[in-house]
C-alpha cells in the first residue's frame, strides 16, 4: 500500500510509460521522472487547497463515477505513448482550469523552471498528471472508499508529503491558498535544521512558542475573511529568498550529449556542467583542492535521509560518471559549526555515506567512490551569519582519478 496519494499517483507510471513520455515528447528519461513527479505534485498541490471545498470535491467524485471513471482507468495504458484522448483529453483540459483557475500559465512557467524541460513538454506532463491522479480516485470510487469526506480528509492530510517533491518556495508561488499553518512550520524547520541541534531547552521552547504564535494568528486570520496571503514569518522570508536565489543562479537549462551518447538536461552553472568540463579538459589534473558542491540534493529536516527532489542531479552525476569510466571520486560531507562537533561529523557521514548508496544504486561501482564525512571542518563561507551557515551545509566531490 502506498505511503501517500502522491506516491501513489506515481507507481502508475511504469518505465515503459517514462520512455514513451520521453520519446513523445523530445525529453531524457531523468527530464520526465523528475517533471512527471513535480507535474503530479503541483496538481495535487492545487487539490489540497480545495479539500474543505465540498461543492469542488463533489465535482471530482462525478468526474471519476461511473463510465466517466472506466474511461480514465482505461487510457492509462496508452498515456505514454499517445497522451490523453478523446475524452479523457476533454476533462484534462477541463480540470487543470478547474484546479488552477488563472494561475494555471504560472505552473506551467514554474514547471519549466523546475524540470529544467520546454513549456510544451511542461504542459504535457500537467495533461498527463490529471488521469494518472483521478485514475487513483476512480479505482477508490469503484471499490465504495471514497465520498466527499473521505476525499476531503485524504486530500489535507497529503500536504506535508508534497514538501517532500516541491521545495518550499515552488509550492508557496504554485498555490498562495496553499500557504497555511503545515507551509509555515516546515519552512520555519527548514530555517532552523541544523541551528536546532545545539540549541538548549530554553531556545528550543522559545521555537515551539513562535510555531505557536504563527498558529493562532493563522486560524483567527482563517476564521474572518481576511487574506492569510500576507501573513508570513521571517524564517519562511529567509526560506523563499534563499531558494530563489540559489535556483536563479544555476542559469538555464540546456541539453548536451556524454561521450557514451546519453543525452543530459542540466543548468548552466550546475555542477554537472562543471564536472564535465573538468573531465573533458585535459588542462586541468588531478588535485586535492578542486571540490565541486552539490547544489539541488535534499535532506530531511536533520537527517541524512534523500529527499526525491534529489534524484535528477544524482541521476545525472551517475550518468556522467558511467560515460568516463576511468574517473574515481571523493564525496565529502560538511555541515557549520552550531551544536557538537561529534553530532555534526556523524551527521556529515551519514549523508555523504547515502549520496555514495544512491550512486551505486545507479549503477556505479562503489570502489570508484571514496567518502568522508568532515562535520564543521573546511568552511567556505562565515559561520556567524546564517547565509554563510547555510553555504558550509553541503555535499561535495573531488575528481581523484581521471
Do not use: C
Not at 479539500?51 to 463515477?65: E, K, P, T, W
Not at 546519453?262 to 543548468?267: A, F, G, K, R, S
Amino acid at each position: 500500500m502506498a505511503t501517500s496519494l502522491l506516491d501513489g499517483v506515481l507507481g502508475l507510471v511504469t518505465p515503459e510509460m517514462k520512455q514513451a513520455l520521453a520519446s513523445r515528447l523530445g525529453e531524457t528519461p531523468a527530464a520526465i521522472q523528475s517533471g512527471l513527479g513535480t507535474a503530479v505534485a503541483a496538481t495535487l498541490g492545487g487539490l489540497v487547497s480545495k479539500a474543505g471545498d465540498s461543492s469542488f470535491l463533489n465535482q471530482i467524485l462525478s468526474l471519476v463515477s461511473g463510465s466517466s471513471g472506466q474511461s480514465i482507468l482505461s487510457s492509462l495504458s496508452t498515456l505514454g505513448s499517445g497522451g490523453p484522448s478523446g475524452s479523457v483529453s476533454d476533462l484534462a483540459s477541463k480540470f487543470l482550469p478547474m484546479v488552477f483557475g488563472g494561475q494555471q500559465s504560472q505552473v506551467t512557467n514554474l514547471l519549466t523552471q523546475k524540470a529544467g524541460i520546454s513549456a510544451s513538454s511542461a504542459s504535457g506532463l500537467l495533461q498527463t498528471a490529471v488521469p494518472l491522479i483521478l485514475g487513483i480516485f476512480a479505482k477508490m470510487h469503484a471499490s465504495g472508499s471514497l465520498n466527499t469526506s473521505s476525499l476531503g480528509s485524504m486530500l489535507s492530510a497529503e500536504a506535508p508529503n508534497l514538501q517532500k517533491y516541491l521545495p518550499s518556495v515552488f509550492l508557496s508561488n504554485l498555490s498562495p491558498s496553499l500557504s497555511g499553518v503545515s507551509n509555515r512550520v516546515v519552512a520555519a524547520e527548514h530555517a532552523v535544521e541544523e541551528k536546532a541541534k545545539g540549541m538548549n531547552w530554553t531556545a528550543l521552547l522559545g521555537v515551539l512558542v513562535a510555531l505557536l504564535v504563527v498558529w493562532f494568528v493563522y486560524r483567527a486570520l482563517e476564521g474572518s475573511n481576511v487574506d492569510t496571503k500576507p501573513v508570513t514569518t521571517a524564517a519562511t522570508d529567509a526560506v523563499n529568498s534563499a531558494a530563489n536565489s540559489a535556483w536563479a543562479a544555476l542559469g538555464a537549462f540546456f541539453k548536451t550529449k556524454l561521450p557514451d551518447g546519453t543525452e543530459l538536461n542540466i543548468p548552466q552553472f550546475g555542477v554537472e556542467n562543471k564536472l564535465i568540463q573538468f573531465l573533458t579538459d585535459n588542462s586541468k589534473p588531478v588535485d586535492k583542492d578542486t571540490w565541486f558542491d552539490f547544489d539541488r540534493l535534499l535532506f530531511d529536516t536533520g537527517k541524512a535521509t534523500l529527499q526525491p527532489a534529489s534524484d535528477e542531479q544524482l541521476t545525472n552525476v551517475a550518468a556522467i560518471l558511467k560515460a568516463f569510466p576511468k574517473v574515481k571520486i571523493k564525496i565529502g560531507g560538511y555541515t557549520d559549526n552550531t551544536g557538537e562537533a561529534a553530532a555534526n561529523l556523524k551527521l556529515s557521514q551519514e549523508r555523504a555515506d547515502n549520496v555514495k548508496a544512491e550512486l551505486v544504486k545507479l549503477g556505479v561501482a562503489p570502489e570508484r567512490l571514496e567518502v568522508q564525512g568532515y562535520g564543521a571542518d573546511h568552511p567556505v563561507a562565515d559561520n556567524s551569519t546564517e547565509e554563510g551557515r547555510q553555504k558550509n551545509r553541503r555535499i561535495s566531490l573531488r575528481v581523484t582519478e581521471k
